[in-house]
T-cell receptor, first 113, second 115 residues
Framework: GAVVSQHPSRVICKSGTSVKIECRSL??????MFWYRQFPKQSLMLMAT?????????EQGVEKDKFLINHASLTLSTLTVTSAHPEDSSFYIC?????????FGQGTRLTVV | AQSVTQPDIHITVSEGASLELRCNYS??????LFWYVQSPGQGLQLLLK??????LVQGIKGFEAEFKRSQSSFNLRKPSVHWSDAAEYFC?????????????FGAGTRLFVKA
């Protein structure tokens, strides 16, 4: 199957700073990438859908100014958590879509202290 | 609206016993259905998928799932569970929307395996 690489796998940042998470499709071109958030012992909640070269579409309740998504190329999407607060601490997972199947990155554990 | 229901929050089975994880979906058209497994702190691994054709699909690690349209179900089964199968299992539906296609997940079922 196709491979999606997500970096970093873990990050700790201070409250008020910004953190960027990268999601790369290594062996396919992902015209669409998805960003999910997962709270402990809960399911994956779709945050936004990003299409290469256009603005991301955010799910209801997700602050687009806080979670900046950029999809500048067919193999790279980034999620920037701006002015992070402890309540933003979570597990973030990206996926790239190829045809009707989604391939997931390994996730990023964000801890805001 | 599309949705996925996994009725069991957690299940405990003995090693060597059979397993069935339940999944029901709500979707207006023919669904694309998936089962993923997640180990603690890890990403998702695809176990199997159903798009069309044979309603009994085989996946990796000895898992299989059966699509039953009349029951809107896609239950995951394994005849003999191994201790390494302990993990979180997510059922998902691939849902089309204007301009694209996205994956909607169920709440997950945590599998515990006892010796």
């Amino acid at each position: 199957g196709a491979v999606v690489s997500q970096h970093p796998s873990r990050v700790i940042c201070k409250s008020g700073t910004s953190v960027k998470i990268e999601c790369r499709s290594l062996d396919f071109q992902a015209t669409t990438m998805f960003w999910y958030r997962q709270f402990p012992k809960q399911s994956l909640m779709l945050m936004a859908t990003s299409n290469e070269g256009s603005k991301a579409t955010y799910e209801q309740g997700v602050e687009k100014d806080k979670f900046l998504i950029n999809h500048a190329s067919l193999t790279l999407s980034t999620l920037t958590v701006t002015s992070a607060h402890p309540e933003d601490s979570s597990f973030y997972i990206c996926s790239g879509r190829m045809n009707t199947e989604a391939f997931f990155g390994q996730g990023t554990r964000l801890t805001v202290v | 609206a599309q949705s996925v229901t996994q009725p069991d929050i957690h299940i405990t089975v003995s090693e060597g016993a059979s397993l069935e994880l339940r999944c029901n979906y709500s979707y207006g058209a023919t669904p694309y259905l998936f089962w993923y497994v997640q180990s603690p702190g890890q990403g998702l691994q695809l176990l199997l998928k159903y798009f069309s054709g044979d309603t009994l699909v085989q996946g990796i690690k000895g898992f299989e799932a059966e699509f039953k349209r009349s029951q809107s179900s896609f239950n995951l089964r394994k005849p003999s569970v191994h201790w390494s199968d302990a993990a979180e299992y997510f059922c998902a539906v691939g849902a089309g929307y204007t301009g694209g296609f996205k994956t909607i997940f169920g709440a997950g079922t945590r599998l515990f395996v006892k010796a």
